[in-house]
């Protein structure tokens, strides 16, 4: 079925609310005229107008330049349901329950890294659990993982990976204090307990970077960042723990639905009323979920900087910000001109905050949040900060490049060893958990995150602030 | 083989097909071990651990299937093991299943499915049964 899309200007396109029946909300898509081709066809534009039928949705069913097909919600979909009679969907969030990204900074010009670059990519990847069925830095059972489900990245300072100055630095403060670890099931703590700091396999990974250009001077020197300077940029999420999460309240929710008298028009959009009991639980449990992925990033963060330290002696690496791009979290906005809370589904979305919005630290109170977009292997990734035009879609923004091929249409292009000796030809260096990953994660299966990027620049959601460019990738 | 890949921008999706149910679940078991482990094992120790039990309120053969392929997800996770199914007794009315068999460990570590998913699920009923899944790489 075609879905009808009208244009509205040069980056946002309209679904209109009457494109299919029992829509409540119009769709709006952030999409240039390339992106709109990619996706034309795509299920992600029926997936766009499922999610507007959902009670309860505010303004618009939202889809960022990155969008493409998920499960239920759209890959890069933003949706805020009103907390009164609204909805909270697990398939809003995803199944890796914050998945996210953080990205240290060093003083260090990448002259002094690149003698030590392979020696170092060696050391990290012999440090950092990676790929299909790995096991983290350490085990956790009992009630040392529930606290690490109610603490999230602070339990993992105070179990001595990194600093209380990272805390700041990462969203909520590295800690949802909603959750709820008796809403975690035996199964989901079973998965995770031996899996806390290590990236997974699938598009997770960890990437030594240069800073390839500036497009904010001012912003760039309030983040650390200068031309040639390197970074390390993470990117993981909640492991078998979130996934299971995701998957008891799959369940649970698809029984709400006909008990709630909700019609959803796929079944992995199974959603409570957020005052439910249902909802709750679910909230509870998926914000356990996120202080574990938080608690995870923040451990191999800590790993990453020991091991610089020994090739660095006395260099930091400092902490940027860490953000989540799958979540669903309680949040005051002002909506029709009157304020109100509403839960905003971010799934493959990033919350970008403005300049001055009072939910920032200190320290990026004036110069907005600072966003983290992961590129593909091979490509750029970006440093944004929150800009005030977000507000129109609940401050949020893209969260990478999006895929464009399937994993066996990418297999067709370059198998693994073609796809490692075409980054190395770059001057990429290239190490591997799982090698077959490494050839369905070709940066050819991605959409071109510079055109995502300037997207969400030219709808005024993020101002561009650095280019970051890959030296070195482990891939999960 | 009864299952073969669909097109699909991020992650994997399936068809299997068998001529009845209860060939159906082994065939998805076959995939699963197939997509997620790298192949299936051949060789199997006669372990015994149990059967799997399955239980859904739904009775709805389509959620059984993605249950049990979870179940053998979880298995290859927290145990790599892996379950090679001898008899299985599906009732769809109960929406319930017992599967006998045998267990092996698995010869790689873990599994590269992060779950079975109920998006764009869809069974053709038999025969041939046709069962289209997508797994979450």
Known sequence: MSIQVERKDPVRCLIPQTAMEGMRVPGLLYADGRILSEVRDDPVLQQVTNVACLPGIAGFSFAMPDMHWGYGFPIGGVAAFSSEGGVISPGGVGYDISCGVRLHVSRLAEERVQPELNGLLDALFATIPCGVGSEGLTSLKGSRLDAVLKGGAAWAVRNGFGEKSDLERIEHGGCLEGADPDEVSGRAKERGQSQLGSLGSGNHFLEIQRVDEIFDRSLATSFGLEVGRVTVMIHCGSRGLGHQVCDDFLKTLSRSVSRYGIRIPDRQLACAPLDSAEGKAYLGAMQAAANFAMANRQAIGSRVREVFSRFFPGESLDLLYDVSHNLALMEKHSYEGKPGWFCVHRKGATRALPPGDPKLPRIYSKTGQPVIIPGSMGTASYVLAGAAGAAECFFSTCHGAGRLKSRSAALKVLDSKGVSAALEAKGILVRAGDLRTLGEEAPEAYKDVDIVVDVVERAGLSRKVARLTPLAVIKG | ?137
């Open chain 2, 1 to 137: 083989m009864p299952w073969k890949e669909l097109d699909h921008p991020a992650d994997i999706r399936l068809e299997i097909e068998a001529q009845s149910v209860e060939e159906l679940f082994r065939a998805s078991a076959e995939a699963f071990y197939s997509v997620s482990a790298g192949e299936f094992p051949t060789c199997f120790p006669n372990r015994t651990r149990g059967p799997i039990q399955i239980e859904t309120s739904q009775g709805e053969l389509s959620e059984l299937l993605v249950r049990w392929m979870n179940e053998l997800l979880f298995f290859l996770e927290t145990e790599n093991i892996v379950f090679l199914p001898e008899s299985i007794d599906v009732d769809v009315q109960k929406g319930t299943l017992v599967a006998q068999g045998r267990w092996s460990p698995a010869t790689v570590r873990g599994g590269r499915v992060k779950a079975v998913t109920y998006g764009g699920l869809e069974l053709d009923p038999g025969p041939p049964w046709r069962f289209r899944v997508i797994l979450d790489v």
